[in-house]
Every structure is written in structure tokens, then in C-alpha cells.
């Protein structure tokens, strides 16, 4: 990656034809993701069917530059609208179903979209490469998010949203916020904290705690105060303090480094909500006085 983004040749190292079609299937998927985030991009902008969701994300207070910022989009209603229009650029169904984008019909007659009436949101990795996507749906039906599966390039517990915007940021700061929502973390960045990440849909794991450390010695979880923010807090406890252990055992982490807060919002409060009304003074003053984990387990046992 650096040496392509330098100009820099780098001699080919011998590879068995096995790792030769993995290689090639997965810059297959990438450009075919860089296809569906242009066209869902091109939707929210310049079709008709793209205001509803414009109208839904200026209600909840996101920019048209944060909109910009994050490549965000729509996915129109239909069964077949991306399906059409990335197989006319001579990409084959059987591939965007590998890329989570196509589902198979039940009678074995061709292919559907995925992402159907829903604003997305590209997932990216820390190089800005789309992996997967997030759709959100307009109204109240269900499920409100669905998120692509995970495919050749796209492991939900080795990707966080935002990363790529957020690591300049956390290295500059030493700090990174990490909340649950694709909203709540735009919301944090829009409002000037942009060292933030968020997870996608699942618990925090290993594997995304050492993607962090890359970039920040400092971790403040931000949660929810209702019930399934607190077990939340105490799913990452269990991780974290596994995690220390680990470092006894002379494994992962080095102790003075995992430094780990835990930031429970005001009941009633998302990260989204609670900047909306209160600004982004008061949340980095709550931010400041985060009690470690062991402080946050003695205050929730009392």
C-alpha cells in the first residue's frame, strides 16, 4: 500500500496459485464495492427517490459535508436496482453476491439486491478501501440496521467504522473514543471529536483493541446509561481485563498502555442525543472524568 501511494516498485514475491486467486478475487471485491459506494452515492444526490433519505439524515442534524465526508448514500426500493447497474459495467451476479451485495432468489432464477430502501453507510478499512456496508431503514420497520456479511475482505471483528477518518486524530491526541452507532459516531466527529471509532453491530474484540492500540495508548467506551449500555460496559471489562492477562502471561499488551475508560452518558442519552442538547463542551468534560474500569465496577457494585 505504501509503496503503490509512493511510486515505489516492489519486486514480486513467488506465490502459489492458490494465494494468486485469493489476490485477485479480493481486488475484485474491492472494485466492485468502489462500484456499489458510487452508485448508492449518485442515489442520495442526484435521483428523486434519495430525497427521502437527504430529508431523514438533515432531521437527525448531519451536514450535507458530513454526508460528503462519509461517502454516505442510498439504497433505492426495487428488488434489482445496484444488480442492474454494476452488471451492465460486465461485473457478474456470482460476484456481487461474494461481496454481500446479491442474495440468491429461492427458486434459483438470478439474483436480488441486498440493500433495499436504506441509507447506507460504506465501511472502510484504516486505508480508506471500502469492505462492506450499513444500511439504515427510513421508517420503523425491522431489522433498522442491516449490515453486509462478511466476505473475503470484510471481518466485522477486525474492521471499525470511522478509522480511517479517525487515526490522524488518535495519534495526535493519544485518545480515541469508541461508541456503538454509525450516527452516534458521525455526530462525534461532526462535532469536532474526531478521534472516534465505532464498533459494527457487535462487541468490542481482541482483534479491534489491538487495531486501536496502533494509534492510541488512552481507550474511553462511551455507552449508554440504559440496561443494555451497562452490560455492554461489562462485556469490554471482561475483554479488557482478559486482555491484561494476557499480558501477564508476557502476550499482547504492555499494562502501562491500556489505558481504559469507561464513559456512561446521562439517562435518557445517546452519544447523538447528548451533543444535540448539551454540546460538545460538556461531553468532553464528562469524557475527562471517565472512572477506569476498576472505578466503574466498584461505582456499579454500590
Not at 218 to 246: P, Q
Not at 264 to 282: I, K, Q, R, T
Request: hydrophobic content about 40%; glycine content about 8%; aromatic content about 8%.
Amino acid at each position: 500500500h505504501l509503496a503503490a501511494r509512493s511510486g515505489v516498485e516492489i519486486p514480486e514475491r513467488s506465490v502459489s496459485p492458490r494465494a494468486k486467486r485469493q489476490l485477485s478475487e479480493q481486488a475484485a471485491l474491492m472494485e466492485v464495492n468502489r462500484l456499489a459506494a458510487d452508485y448508492f452515492r449518485q442515489t442520495i444526490r442526484q435521483q428523486p427517490a434519495g430525497q427521502a433519505a437527504m430529508d431523514y439524515l438533515t432531521r437527525r442534524g448531519v451536514t450535507p459535508a458530513t454526508i460528503e465526508k462519509f461517502e454516505l448514500g442510498y439504497a433505492p426500493k426495487g428488488w434489482d436496482h445496484l444488480l442492474g447497474h454494476i452488471t451492465r459495467k460486465k461485473v457478474s451476479p456470482a460476484l456481487l453476491e461474494k461481496a454481500g451485495l446479491a442474495i440468491p432468489r429461492r427458486d434459483g432464477a438470478g439474483f436480488y439486491d441486498r440493500f433495499r430502501d436504506r441509507i447506507i453507510f460504506p465501511i472502510h478499512d484504516e486505508n480508506a478501501r471500502v469492505v462492506g456496508f450499513g444500511g439504515r431503514v427510513l421508517d420503523r420497520s425491522t431489522p433498522k440496521y442491516l449490515n453486509s456479511p462478511e466476505t473475503l475482505v470484510y471481518t466485522k471483528r477486525r474492521v471499525l467504522y470511522g478509522l480511517n477518518h479517525a487515526k490522524d486524530s488518535c495519534r495526535t491526541s493519544g485518545s480515541v473514543f469508541i461508541v456503538e452507532g454509525y450516527l452516534d459516531l458521525i455526530a462525534l466527529h461532526q462535532h469536532g471529536v474526531t478521534n472516534a471509532v465505532a464498533t459494527l453491530g457487535t462487541a468490542l474484540t481482541p482483534e479491534q483493541i489491538r487495531l486501536l492500540r496502533r494509534y492510541a495508548g488512552r481507550m474511553v467506551l462511551v455507552y449508554d446509561s440504559d440496561e443494555a449500555g451497562i452490560r455492554s460496559a461489562r462485556r469490554c471489562i471482561d475483554l479488557f481485563w482478559k486482555e491484561h492477562v494476557d499480558f501477564r502471561r508476557g502476550d499482547v499488551f504492555c499494562e502501562e498502555r491500556a489505558d481504559t475508560h469507561i464513559l456512561v452518558l446521562p439517562e435518557g442519552n445517546d452519544p447523538d442525543s447528548f451533543l444535540m442538547a448539551h454540546g460538545v463542551d460538556a461531553f468532553r468534560r464528562l469524557a475527562q472524568s471517565a472512572p477506569g474500569v476498576i472505578t466503574f465496577v466498584m461505582e456499579q457494585a454500590v
